[in-house]
């Protein structure tokens, strides 16, 4: 054990030193935020659309699409997953538009396992709308989306504020396309009819991806008749709906961080300024560009573009990394109250008497607070003011729990922007094929929420955590865990449900730690680490093992057993091992998702900063009498 001892040590001082090293002057720290081969593909669709092409960027992402090709030919959501159709059919289109010959071995294989899989005609709702745009297949193929959207009433089934921040953030500035249905620039006229089996001009149906039921029926005929009657629509109004959502978007443009601070809103908002017929929108136009050109990582023989940036996550755990060492935060502190939004945003909506606060997901994003993120910050400020007791970080510590139990939604778990956004039978509408149009209550994002009360321990807020108690109590599976919504998949549900109810004591408690336990010492490999497959998201929601262990998720795993008095197990010491053994800088497989089954994240922090996080508990639970931690990360 002393071995052991001395190897924790050196690994927690070196990698302590390294992420100092990582931090900006003002205490922040941010990592590069990895998607699949989608977003890079359309940065080159998107200047192919304006005809305005950076050559030298388009050749490094063409070098990148090429490394990330899997050997069967097409592109998949996350490492050493299935290619995907509409992923392989964007990258296709890409690389021929950067002139990749499509006689070369790559093009013919992507070629062939595209018209394996059904073909283009194949794809899903939003690469339908992008080769729309590039004139590949008529607007008849995309679901109907009348600009007349814009002034739907509260009390109509289908209205923006029914849906999830990001998908407000991406469908007001399409309403704008498709109501205009401009046609991209193209300079060099290319199609892609090899990747259809039938004539693409003849395609009109939609495809029935949520499979069929009541509603999928019921939208499908509703999508049918707007289609016949939307030419009879009175010119006046839809004028006016069409200057209303160009002043939706304009308020919440969001400077140079971009529409929603996500990729595909700031796409659609770049577009729908640039198709503006009297440039009214030049100066909005530019800022657009310049917020997507942000997300772009150029290396030195390629590139490629992030779907947004994460710097409040990742300074909220480096920070943790920190504190949980004994190490001095105060400039990171400074910078996190400096990012506090004190703007009421579209969560208002549904909470017009709570006062702001709290911290978005990238640098700024006023109009979209993360309650994950939140709760992180808010725990991290805790945990700091202990000793320090600053009445700025006080004043901002309370501002934080009122708007997080403010956001509490009805059944007592929260979402990540919004309160009660759950109207489940939207994501049967015809647009809604990535069934991602919500942002229900999730057991992570709940845990994260009931940790920060918990570790608050006010008295005030008994009712608040009783109703996240009963919630989670009733979220986990059968087998022990919990569905992680954010991060893959059982095994990060787990360590955050854990993580927070530690600090609580109920009447179940010893049940449920004991088919958490076992179900956590079930999934560790042989070589004493754990990994999960993104395939845990695919039908059905089980639990897949992937090939090999990850760092992050070792870590994870450790961390769970830490919280259930279980953090000196033969289990726990053989993850300690493996982190220790394994170099812990980097993982090839996405640990994280955005949109399960549509959108998977690989995060390059969480191979850094989550092992650290687990050693440094391990080795401080080792020096103290206690069982498990005292505080809800």
């Not at 440039?279 to 997507?292: D, G, L, Q, V, W």
């Not at 000793?387 to 006080?394: A, E, R, Y």
Request: glycine share 6%; with cysteine; proline share 4%.
């Amino acid at each position: 054990m002393e071995h052991l001892r001395k190897k924790i040590l050196d690994r927690i001082s070196n990698q302590i030193e390294e992420q100092s090293s990582k931090m900006n002057f003002d205490g922040s720290v941010v990592y590069e935020l990895e998607a699949d081969a989608t977003i890079p593909s359309e940065y080159i669709l998107l200047m192919h659309f304006l005809g305005d092409i950076n050559i030298e960027i388009q050749e490094k992402i063409k070098s990148y699409l090429l490394r990330i090709q899997n050997k069967e030919g097409g592109w998949p959501l996350f490492y050493d997953g299935g290619s995907d159709i509409s992923a392989s059919v964007k990258a296709y289109y890409a690389l021929k538009l950067a002139g990749q010959p499509i006689q070369s071995e790559q093009m013919k294989k992507a070629n062939k396992l595209i018209l394996e899989l059904g073909g283009a005609e194949n794809v899903n709702v939003f690469t339908r709308i992008t080769l729309a745009l590039f004139k590949q297949i008529s607007w008849n193929t995309v679901p109907t989306m009348p600009i007349e959207i814009m002034n739907l009433p509260n009390w109509f089934p289908f209205n923006l504020k029914k849906v999830s921040y990001w998908s407000r953030t991406v469908i007001v500035p399409l309403l704008i396309i498709m109501n205009k249905k401009p046609i991209a620039n193209n300079p060099h006229s290319l199609d892609i009819n090899e990747l259809f089996i039938k004539n693409p001009r003849t395609i009109k149906n939609l495809k029935k991806k949520q499979g069929k039921n009541f509603w999928t029926s019921f939208f499908l005929m509703i999508d049918k008749i707007l289609r016949k009657i939307e030419p009879l629509f009175p010119k006046q109004n839809r004028k006016l709906c069409l200057k209303k959502a160009y002043d939706w978007t304009k308020l919440r443009l969001n400077g140079s961080d971009g529409l929603g601070a996500i990729f595909p809103a700031m796409v659609n908002s770049l577009i729908a300024f640039h198709i503006d017929e009297q440039n009214k929108y030049s100066k909005e136009k530019k800022t657009a560009r310049t917020a997507i050109d942000k997300l772009l990582v150029i290396k030195k023989n390629e590139a490629y573009c992030q779907p947004c940036v994460s710097p409040i996550w990742d300074t909220g755990w480096v920070a943790h990394c920190m504190l949980e060492n004994n190490k001095n935060i105060d400039k990171t502190v400074e910078w996190l109250l400096k990012k506090e939004i004190k703007v009421k945003g579209d969560w208002s909506h549904n909470k017009l008497d709570l006062e702001p606060g709290g911290w978005a997901f990238q640098y700024n994003n006023d109009y979209y607070p993360d309650v994950d993120d939140t709760a992180l910050i808010g725990m991290l400020l805790h945990r700091y003011n202990v000793k320090k007791k600053k009445k700025d970080v006080s004043k901002s510590i309370k501002r934080t729990r009122q708007w997080i139990k403010g956001m509490q939604s009805k059944n007592g778990g929260w979402g990540s922007f919004d309160i009660n956004n759950d109207y489940s039978y939207l994501n049967y509408i015809p647009f809604a094929d990535h069934g991602a149009l919500l942002d229900p209550p999730t057991a992570d994002v709940s845990a994260r929420c009931l940790s920060f009360l918990l570790q608050l321990n006010n008295p005030k807020d008994r009712p608040e955590i009783d109703k996240a108690l009963r919630y989670l109590l009733l979220e986990q599976e059968k087998n022990g865990s919990w569905f992680g919504r954010w991060g893959t998949n059982y095994i990060y549900g787990t360590w955050s449900v854990l993580s927070a109810i530690k600090l609580i004591d109920f009447p179940e408690k010893k049940e449920v730690f004991k088919k958490a336990i076992r179900f956590i010492k079930s999934k560790q490999k042989p070589d004493g680490g754990w990994g999960e497959d993104g395939k845990s998201y695919e039908k059905g929601f089980e639990y897949m093992e992937a090939k090999f262990s990850t760092p992050s998720q070792t870590a994870w795993a450790v961390m769970s057993l830490i919280s259930c008095g279980e953090g000196q197990s033969q289990e726990s010491v053989k993850g300690i091992e493996y982190l220790l053994k394994h170099n812990c800088k980097d993982e090839k497989f996405y640990t994280a998702v955005g949109f399960p089954r549509v959108f998977y994240l690989k995060y390059h922090g969480y191979a850094d900063y989550f092992p650290l996080l687990a050693i440094v508990k391990f080795k401080n639970l080792s020096m103290s009498n206690s069982k498990t931690t005292l505080y809800g990360v």
